[in-house]
């Protein structure tokens, strides 16, 4: 197989030609140059300082400013471990430094990325895939990527029962053909399987080496390299100048800081502390798109957040009692008090995009939602026998947005006579916290689900037994019927039968009340005017594309 000619989009050329006249400007207004590493901003949390400034000092740094980006991330990445990173923040910097064996053109249509010859071969009605890799993919270690590699990027979330463990359960085995190619067989035909494969590959060896190392010092086989992380102030990524691929970046380093707080964030872009931000909160809307040397780019998202129920325990396992509490707020007046313009409505956890793919019946999601009366609350509560004076704890990240919404429901809930504590948590203690299934941590917690476009998956990750205590913390009946039509989505054999299970799922899921639908949000970033060819994609985890088949950011000063 040929290792293709480097070709197009390629500014380096120019960036390099230009740096030797660009390089003292740069250097001026670089933030390594700087003296003060909290840059005075503040307010970043239990972050040590946004970290900006100490971690460009630290690095070997002769990059000039016209190839290095810094880019403010409203959360911090929580690990690099492929075989179970799932959150977002994190699979901003893992989309840099992995590659995948299939990847999403500007829309969320599937296509083969540098790593593989084309799409996966179906057989067997779907159920079975053969993926055929090129030969000469090599990892920053020096090392090939193998068909080894790809079995265990299947298998391995699997073997150690990761969060990522359902995307691959459905497979009864994997077979290594050769060095290249690889044939999975699934245990019930699966349409949907492809997406499933577009994940991160490591390197076996070098995981299996030293597990708990790999994530600290990850190896992969993209376009930049992994330098340097300190946990909550920044990540470095520096350009892999022997990338096997077919696009070299133009960018020559970038550097991921983590700015929680909204106002510092949209500050540090406005000062020009960083180059580019993610998440525009509807509060400072106007004010980022009022940045005179800068843009907003936006993408209609396909997340979805929502109250979520726990139900193993207390007395939201209770229909009664969820149906009271979704009386308890006016979802719309919140979504318009907090999160608009930024976001929208939504009353199912299909969002518009796939409202429109599947033809999905949104006029009747809209008709479960309940409307805000405090008097039919505080009688559904009686007739549920909730204990006077009981108090309800729902949980939050650190997300104002959420914790605005959260807030309302606490105060529709005492005034329905009851009491309610919302907390807000750190993310880590979030994520430890809303999956155990205990009364004491949490009766309902405030999630947002990433831009999966497998829906599918998404339903099976938010409502299957089998993932609370993992991905939700839902605990409902495993022996209704749902986990019947959950299992069996997966497996439909054609479009038409996953469309009408899917309805069927979210009808169940809004009449049971297991969630209450909240709001989505539009994708956005906004960046200095001098970051050049970005554009914002409509599935949040793959952002930010630095270079790809259609774009290849670069720094015009």
């Known amino acids: 197989m040929d290792k293709p000619n480097k070709s197009g989009l390629d500014r380096r050329t120019f960036v390099k030609g230009s740096a030797a006249t660009a390089g003292l400007i740069g250097v001026a207004g670089c933030l390594g140059g700087e003296d003060d590493g909290n840059g005075g901003n503040g307010g970043n949390g239990g ?223 406005q000062t020009g502390e960083v180059d580019m931000i993610d998440h525009i ?61 930024a976001g929208a409505r939504q009353y199912s956890p299909a969002g518009p995009a796939f409202i429109e793919e599947w033809d999905f019946p949104e006029d009747r999601w809209q008709d479960y939602a309940n409307e805000r009366d405090i008097d039919q609350a505080q009688q559904l509560f009686e007739e549920a026998g909730v204990p006077d004076g009981y108090e309800f704890r729902i949980i939050t990240p650190p997300d104002d947005m959420r914790e605005e919404i959260a807030i309302s429901v606490g105060n529709g809930i005492q005034e329905a006579g009851y009491e309610a504590q919302v907390e807000r948590l750190g993310w880590g203690t979030y994520i430890d916290v809303f999956t155990t299934g205990n009364e004491d941590d949490y009766n309902l917690y405030v999630l947002g689900q990433g831009a999966d476009p497998n829906l599918p998956e998404l339903l099976h990750q938010m409502y299957h037994d089998e993932n609370a205590g993992v991905n939700n913390g839902l605990h409902f009946d495993p022996d209704h019927e749902l986990h019947d039509m959950l299992e069996n989505v997966m497996s439909a054999p054609n479009r038409e039968d996953q469309r009408q299970l899917q309805i069927d799922i979210i009808d169940t899921v809004l009449e049971n009340k297991l969630h209450i639908p909240v709001y989505g949000l539009i994708n956005t970033w906004a960046a200095k005017d001098f970051v050049k060819d970005f554009e914002t994609h409509p599935i949040s985890q793959v952002n930010p594309r630095l270079v790809t088949d259609y774009n290849n950011v670069w720094i015009d000063r």
């Not at 019930?188 to 399987?193: M, R």
């Not at 800068?294 to 007395?315: H, I, K, M, R, T």
């Open 47 to 269: 972050n040590g300082g946004n970290g900006d400034n100490d971690g460009s000092d630290d690095a070997p740094d002769d990059v000039s400013r016209d190839e290095k980006l810094y880019i403010g991330q409203s959360k911090a990445p929580v690990h690099f471990d492929t075989i179970e990173m799932m959150d977002v923040d994190s699979q901003y910097i893992g989309d840099r430094i992995y590659t995948a064996l299939y990847t999403y053109d500007q829309g969320i249509g599937l296509q083969p990325s540098e790593l593989t010859t084309g799409l996966p071969e179906e057989e067997r009605d779907g159920q079975r895939f053969i993926v055929e890799i090129v030969d000469y993919a090599e990892y920053h270690n020096g090392d090939p990527v193998t068909a080894e590699d790809i079995v265990y990027m299947v298998e391995q979330p699997v073997e150690e029962g990761t969060r990522m463990a359902s995307s691959f359960s459905m497979v009864e085995e994997s077979t290594i053909i050769d060095e290249t190619t690889v044939q999975f067989d699934l245990e019930a035909p699966h349409g949907l399987f492809p997406i499933n494969l577009s994940h991160f590959v490591a390197p076996k060896s070098v995981r299996e080496e030293d597990p708990e190392a790999f994530p600290q010092n990850p190896v992969g086989s993209g376009p930049f390299k992994f330098v340097d992380w300190s946990e909550g102030e920044y990540v470095q990524i520096e350009r892999w100048d022997d990338y096997w691929g077919d696009h070299d970046p133009n960018i020559a380093e970038v550097e991921y800081i983590p700015i929680e707080e909204d106002t510092t964030r949209v500050t540090n872009l």
């Open 281 to 341: 909160p509807p509060s400072l809307w106007d004010t980022t798109q009022d940045i005179q040397d800068g843009f907003v780019s936006e993408a209609q998202g396909l997340n979805y957040y929502y109250f979520s129920f726990n139900c193993n325990e207390g007395p939201t396992a209770d229909q009664q009692v969820r149906e009271a509490i979704d009386h308890c707020f006016n979802a719309d007046q919140a979504v318009s008090n907090f999160v608009e313009p």
